[in-house]
């Protein structure tokens, strides 16, 4: 693996964020001082470890059934993207432990080589934050979190399971701490032969086979955290990524190529967290490292390095027990090298500016404002803005509104790559309007959030009349639609029952040919029944996805035909410690794919075990 540095500063502070007669819980360390502050303004779906266990290939597979994202994957555990509320896969922020981890060179997150494990919990936010998190967090981002526990003792756990298609995934982790001192660790290495057969498929006059679709990844997560003072926590956390994909082919003597991928980011924090105010001091370094081999035993035939080294600062203070200040201030140094991709040596500085402030009225009634200005060298930023608020004038109904202006400037690959790189490219922009209705009756709670965007200036790869492409500040777009949920929790004694269900409306109109833009279903559905009886725990999944347009012009030969699939599990518990488990992937065989000419698995199974000690 070419990462020639490990470790990083990041000063980051725990900046656990609560209100009022809420309760600060010092027992647990959080990364992203930001994540609390945020669900107090916005609905974020959470999906923890036990949640991921059920969709354990990747992380494409599990964001497609627990989430509302179109997943776009060429093949499983291929080249993948998201599409958030009928937005690129540029206009979605991953944000790891609160920095924005998207790809200095495509200006997006390759879903799938991005780790699934080790995270404390995963959560999508629906809607624009750039205020918060930076460029690209324009339709939506993804949360990849950790926390640390104090006072906890030891405890361990192993995953193994073993699936279709010789793939093999196992993941460990430990974890100790007392009063002061909290460590935790996870490795995880995940293997398939992914040669898996679609014979209903035809690719010219041959039945479809995934050949040359091998992969690997091997991920090691790190975390400590010290209590200096009884206000004072210094902490580190860090990740190592190296993968390996295959790039599928369609004849057996076909040329067999791959990608190889390997990242590392690294955090140490320190934070200061007192009755009415505190202070998160961060500095961090990111190196995302990838390499093109069109043979797969020649050396490599393009690739790259980039680097980042990012400081940042998040002041929080409340200035009445109602009125809460923020303020956040952030440099980042990026550089980069390429190698026969057109990109040399480059650099670029970015900082920013911004501040926010918060006003809980009661318990019932509060409100943010935001505004930020960032400085990106070369290229003319916006000045952005957010404001949300939250009401619950009643007990059972609940309601939500934000506006935002948002934006993604340009990516490396966009300004540099030779040729067709465009120095003259504007940064996108976008406004959006979010709202959310959320009912409770009990136990059963519904949410329904319409929202509308509208993005200006899109970043578009377009063929030029000189023989190759380049990108260039084209149509505008607006998006608009509904996202709904329905959940329903309940026990009776030794059972348990939980239901929930997802429903998506997305519109994503070109507004110079009023038409659907490639790879936005008009319609997608999720849904989950978990049961529980005392040891034994049963689950089922069920994915609607509908009609997918490839093409600009809605050209419904070349699209994709709706689809349903079905997943399910069981598992039991034994003696406490011990978890044994089967899955069913695709259970109706269906034959679907996300992609044109790229068909997914059909019916696969898989069989783990977990021991927690």
């Known amino acids: 693996m070419n990462i020639k540095r490990s470790l990083v500063l990041f000063l980051s502070s725990y900046g656990c964020f609560l209100f009022g007669q809420e309760k600060s819980i010092d027992t647990i360390y959080i990364f992203d001082s930001q994540m609390n502050k945020v669900k107090q303004f916005h609905p974020i779906k959470i999906i923890t470890p036990s949640e991921i266990q059920k969709n354990s290939s990747n992380l494409s597979e599990l964001l497609r059934f627990q989430s509302d994202v179109y997943i776009k994957e ?37 879903v799938n080589n ?71 660790a996870s490795l995880n290495y995940a293997v398939s032969a992914n040669d898996y057969e679609v014979p209903e498929y035809i690719t010219g006059i041959t039945p479809f086979k995934n050949i040359n679709g091998r992969y690997y990844n091997t991920t090691f997560n790190v975390g400590t ?58 500095a961090a370094y990111t190196e995302d ?75 019932d009634l509060r409100f943010e404002a935001g505004i930020k200005k960032d400085f990106v060298e070369g290229i003319s930023s916006p000045l952005l803005y957010s404001f949300s608020g939250r009401w619950s004038p009643l007990q059972w109904y609940q309601v ?20 067709g790189g465009n120095l003259d490219l504007k940064s996108e922009t976008s406004s959006n309007v979010d709202m959310n209705h959320e009912f409770r009756f009990g136990d059963f709670k519904i949410n329904l959030s319409p929202y509308y965007m509208e993005i200006k200036d899109l970043i578009r790869w377009l063929p030029t009349p000189y023989g190759y ?50 790879y936005v279903p008009l319609h997608k559905a999720v849904g989950a029944i978990d049961y529980r009886f005392d040891f034994l725990k049963i689950y089922a999944q069920a994915l ?18 709706s689809y349903v699939l079905l997943n399910a599990g069981v598992s039991a518990d034994i003696l406490k410690k011990y978890t044994l488990g089967f899955k069913v992937n695709n259970l109706t065989n269906t034959v679907y794919q ?19 000690f």
């Open 544 to 561: 609607i996805n509908g009609l997918t347009y490839t093409t600009t012009n809605e050209d419904r030969a070349t699209a994709i035909d």
């Open 594 to 612: 996300t992609v044109i000419d790229y068909p997914m698995p059909k019916r696969n199974f898989s069989i783990y075990a977990t021991i927690n």
């Open 114 to 184: 991005i780790a699934l494990f080790g995270y404390d919990q995963i959560g999508v936010k629906a809607g624009g934050g750039s205020v918060t998190y930076g460029s690209g967090a324009i339709g939506g981002s993804i949360h990849l979190n950790n926390t640390l526990e104090f006072n906890k003792g030891f405890h361990g756990s192993l995953f193994s399971e073993a699936a279709s298609f010789g793939t093999y995934n196992n993941f460990v982790k430990g974890s100790y701490s007392n009063e002061k001192f909290s460590f935790k």
């Open 225 to 282: 955290a010290y209590k200096i003072a009884h206000d004072q926590t210094i902490s580190w956390q860090s990740q190592v990524f190296d993968a390996s994909q295959h790039y599928p082919i369609y004849e057996s003597n076909g040329n067999r190529t791959k990608y190889n991928a390997q990242t590392l980011r690294s955090v140490i924090s320190w934070d200061v967290n007192k009755e009415n105010l505190s202070n998160s001091l961060k």
């Open 289 to 363: 490292n990838f390499q093109y081999f069109s043979a797969l035993n020649l050396p490599k035939t393009s690739g790259a390095e980039g680097k980042n080294y990012i400081f940042k600062n998040d002041f929080n203070y409340f200035i009445t027990p109602k009125i809460n200040f923020n303020a956040i201030g952030e440099f980042q140094m990026n550089k980069a090298q390429g190698y026969e991709t057109g990109i040399g040596t480059i650099s670029r500085n970015v900082g920013s500016l911004a501040g926010m402030i918060r006003y809980f009225v009661n318990k």
């Open 400 to 419: 939500s509104a934000s506006f935002s202006r948002n934006f993604r400037f340009p990516s490396f690959n966009d300004l540099y790559w030779q040729p």
């Open 469 to 518: 492409w380049a990108p260039v500040n084209t149509n505008n777009a607006e998006f608009y639609g509904l996202e709904s949920q329905v959940t329903w929790n309940k026990n009776f004694g030794r059972h348990g029952l939980k239901i929930n269900a997802g429903y998506t409306y997305s519109k994503s109109i070109n507004k110079d040919t009023r038409m659907q833009m490639t």
């Open 74 to 110: 060429n093949g499983r555990g291929a080249v993948s993207s998201p599409s958030f509320r009928g937005t690129t896969a540029q206009q979605t922020a991953f944000v790891w432990n609160g920095i924005n981890i998207n790809s200095n060179f495509l200006g997006q997150g390759d």
